[in-house]
């Protein structure tokens, strides 16, 4: 039994994707008791007013369900032209719609892999940026930026580098410490 979840979040479809790869080797440096599930955004429609009028699309309820659920949320983001992937801004979209705020008060830590050189640098300053209306509080240290995601990845689907699974190690123990802080920080807010 796990005594935290993380809810890990692609921001790529792609069936070879870097990002759900990162997830994938991430999952095997989670601290003990400390369970990561991915969540890849393929059933999330385009946003579409006319659609929301008609109520809340069953997998958008989904996704803010299981935001809901989780301890913490592990955003792992692409970066397309300098931003972060259409894809994660549609279901950040949508996310900000479903209702219940999902993502206040969350604990939630941004990760990227790009073949790049710079890793989603620039994307991921888009998305801390987006997840300020959120209200979400945003993990500063450590950052993940994984360049050069070709080479990042070994047959197995872990990380060839000792130093990438250490910094993705700390990052995930980092998150989860910044969980436990802000649900402290609740109980004694609520009295409880
Ligand atoms: C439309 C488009 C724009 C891209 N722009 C960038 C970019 O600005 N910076 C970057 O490092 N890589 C860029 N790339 C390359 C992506 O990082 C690469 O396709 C990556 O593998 C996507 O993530 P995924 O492997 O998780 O699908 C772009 C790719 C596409 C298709």
């Not at 992937?85 to 790009?114: C, F, H, Q, T």
Request: charged share 15%.
């Amino acid at each position: 039994m796990f005594s935290m979840h993380i809810l890990g979040i692609s921001g790529s479809l792609r069936t070879g994707s870097y990002n759900t790869k990162a997830l994938k080797a991430a999952q095997a440096l989670a601290p003990t008791g400390v369970g990561l599930d991915i969540y890849v955004l393929h059933d999330i429609p385009l946003y579409n007013a006319d659609v929301e009028k008609e109520g809340i699309p069953a997998s958008v309820a989904a996704l803010r369900d299981a935001v809901v659920a989780a301890d913490a949320v592990l955003i792992c983001t692409p970066e397309y032209n300098y931003s972060v992937s259409g894809v994660l801004k549609n279901a950040l979209d949508w996310l900000s719609r479903a209702g219940g705020k999902p993502l206040e008060g969350k604990a939630v830590a941004i990760m990227g892999a790009s073949p790049g050189q710079l890793g989603t640098v620039r994307a991921q300053y888009h998305l801390r940026q987006m997840l300020v209306h959120f209200n979400a509080p945003v993990l500063n240290s450590p950052e993940v930026m994984i360049a050069k995601a070709h080479e990042a990845f070994d047959e197995a689907g872990a990380f060839t580098s000792e130093q990438t699974a250490a910094i993705v190690q700390r990052q995930l123990q980092a998150l989860v410490d910044f969980a436990g802080l802000l649900e402290r920080g609740k109980a004694t807010a609520s009295g409880s």
